[in-house]
């Protein structure tokens, strides 16, 4: 077993709500709007998210595995 680079670390770690709004410069309501999956406000690919007891998390690879695949080449 292979030990992990700091960069793989820092993309596991666990983010909040207002420190995923800060990586993608957008508004903490969009953060949660880009978490709904039904409803007025809903997304055909929905911010990847944990919906633990304590709030919404996210992991950050998992964010940024997202972000990627929102962009589109024209």
């Not at 670390?9 to 999956?37: G, M, P, Q, W």
Request: glycine share 2%; proline share 7%.
């Amino acid at each position: 077993m292979s030990t992990p680079t700091p960069a793989q670390l820092s993309d596991d770690i666990i983010l909040t709500v207002t420190e995923v709004a800060e990586l993608l410069r957008c508004k903490v309501s969009s953060v949660y709007n880009l978490t709904r999956r039904r409803g007025r406000a809903r997304y055909d690919h929905p911010v990847p998210v944990l919906r633990l007891p304590c709030g919404l998390r996210f992991r950050r690879s998992s964010i940024l595995a997202w972000l990627e695949s929102q962009e589109h080449t024209t």
